[in-house]
């Protein structure tokens, strides 16, 4: 079976300092793994993804992860925060044979102070 | 966000109204989805369409039935819809070959309250 825990419900930051958002996960076999991001009244839209390639998968805006299976974790991080990067991210993991089914985390809701 | 749209964007209905929600891909893929987001609770998966046929019903309420007329549109019919089914639904559309995860994307959304 698989699982995504996403460690923090809410994370605060102020604006030009990092941001590391937690994501675990649990996945019988090889997962592929997604963050995926939300604005208020917005779609989901999607960050990155890793699919057994590079470990350390760079996306948009400046957001990075690195999927580490030692730790069974996949933390997105972005160097300095922009006021414009206050959202809900999502952690998502899926299985090749899952046939496209995500299961996803509960969301980690990010504020930016100026 | 323009490759998958949605309508309505919200949407007020009674419990004994029948509506439905409409979602369009432009993007050329042959897989569609419908989730269910709710306040606190992670995205829950309602249906996926394969090639227009329907291969995930996860345990949705009758009251919710799809319509996948085609590849590129994708249909909710609500009706009798209970309060607790008030939440914001999205639609998804991805490209799916021989089982390959090929990536989901997502519409803005139908912010639905039931009354």
């Known amino acids: 079976a698989q699982s995504v825990t996403q460690l923090d419900s809410h994370v605060s930051v102020s604006e030009g300092t990092p941001v590391l958002l937690r994501c675990n996960y649990s996945s019988s076999y090889s997962p592929s793994l997604f963050w995926y991001v939300q604005h208020p009244n917005k779609g989901l839209q999607l960050l990155l993804k890793y699919t057994s390639a590079a470990t350390l998968v760079k996306g948009i805006n400046g957001f990075e992860a690195e999927f580490k299976k030692s730790e069974t974790s996949f933390h997105l991080t972005k160097p300095s925060a922009h006021m414009s990067d206050a959202a809900e991210y999502f952690c998502v993991v899926t299985q090749r044979n899952q046939g496209g089914k995500l299961i996803f985390g509960q969301g980690t809701e990010l504020s930016v102070k100026p | 966000e323009t490759g998958v749209t949605q309508t309505p964007r919200h949407l007020v209905m009674g419990m004994t109204n029948k509506k439905s929600l409409k979602c369009e891909q432009h993007?050329?893929?042959?897989?569609m989805y419908w989730y269910k987001q709710s306040a606190k609770k992670p995205l829950e998966l309602m249906f996926v369409?394969?090639?227009?046929?329907?291969?995930e019903n996860n345990s949705v309420p009758s009251r919710f039935s799809p319509e996948c007329p085609n590849s590129s549109h994708l249909f909710l019919h609500l009706h009798t819809l209970q309060p607790e089914d008030s939440a914001l639904y999205l639609c998804?559309?991805?490209?799916?070959?021989?089982?390959?995860?090929?990536?989901?994307?997502f519409g803005p959304g139908t912010r639905l309250l039931v009354l």
């Open positions: 998804a559309s991805s490209q799916e070959s021989q089982g390959a995860l090929e990536t989901q994307y």
């Open positions: 369409y394969n090639f227009k046929e329907q291969t």
């Open positions: 993007l050329g893929h042959n897989a």
